[in-house]
């Protein structure tokens, strides 16, 4: 049996990758808020004309935020997967994984906030 050809095996690797993406945008609804939070994020960086690097910084922590949500899914369904009975030390792994998301997400909430607040504050100061 002869191996893919570099082209076909690259091919299969997005596929599977995007079929991972498309997975946990169907089967996460917590998925669906980091989505809306990161348009509202990206909205108010475009209509405040943030820098580059602020731009770097949000872009960053979506991803993040992304990635650990990705993550978490994933390890919840392999914890599923090898023990479906109760078990406190699978319990122990799925939280594990949430406080890594929540971790994630107060972090890009705290970089957020340096970067909106001064933002915010002029676009008041300007409005009154």
């Known amino acids: 049996m002869s ?45 405040f004309e943030v820098t580059r690097v602020e731009w770097c910084l949000l872009i960053l922590c979506i991803g993040m935020v992304w990635v650990a949500e990705i993550f978490n899914t994933s390890i919840e369904t392999l914890t599923d997967l090898v023990s479906p009975e109760h078990n406190i030390w699978a319990g122990k792994t799925k939280d594990l994984a949430a406080g890594a998301v929540l971790m994630a997400a107060i972090t890009a909430v705290a970089v957020g906030l340096f970067v909106f607040i001064p933002y915010w504050i002029s676009y008041v100061n300007i409005e009154l």
């Open 3 to 47: 191996r893919p050809s570099f082209i076909k095996s690259r091919y299969n690797s997005f596929r599977f990758a995007f079929k991972g993406l498309s997975a946990v945008f169907r089967s996460e609804p917590n998925m669906h808020l980091h989505v809306l939070a990161s348009i509202v994020v990206l909205v108010m960086a475009y209509r």
